[in-house]
């Protein structure tokens, strides 16, 4: 398995826009966006699965949307309306869909991560 990549973060305003990308998922059955702000757990934004389902953590509903491209091995995560409670390292993560999708254990790779700072 090549390592997951993610692109796509910056620095941002409040009630912007942004779209990260995670490149190299090679049509896992499972893809996730996750998110860990300083000093607190790693906490589950987002999942798709490769029948198109998509699943949503409560920070990302009615916000963010979650997308892949088979032909392009690639993840995507649109994030709306930024606050600055979105800050966070946002890691991409893979895996064969075996358990629950807002755990942890159900994702075996995961990317680098990449920054998203929301400044007021």
């Known amino acids: 398995q090549v390592p997951l990549v993610e692109s796509g973060g910056g620095l941002m305003q409040v009630g912007g826009s942004l779209r990260l990308s995670c490149s190299r998922t090679?049509?896992?059955?499972?893809m996730g966006w996750w998110r860990q702000a300083p000093g607190k757990e790693r906490e589950f934004v987002a999942a798709?699965?490769?029948?198109?389902?998509?699943y949503y953590g409560a920070p990302a509903k009615g916000r963010f949307t979650i997308g892949r491209d088979h032909a392009k091995s690639t993840l995507y995560l649109h994030l709306r309306s930024l606050k600055p409670e979105d800050t966070a390292v946002y890691y991409c993560?893979?895996?064969?869909?075996?358990?629950?999708?807002?755990?942890?254990?159900?994702?075996?790779?995961w990317g680098q991560g990449t920054q998203v700072t929301v400044s007021s």
């Open positions: 993560a893979g895996g064969p869909g075996s358990d629950i999708l807002t755990t942890l254990a159900a994702y075996a790779y």
């Open positions: 090679d049509n896992m059955p499972v």
């Open positions: 798709i699965r490769s029948t198109g389902d998509t």
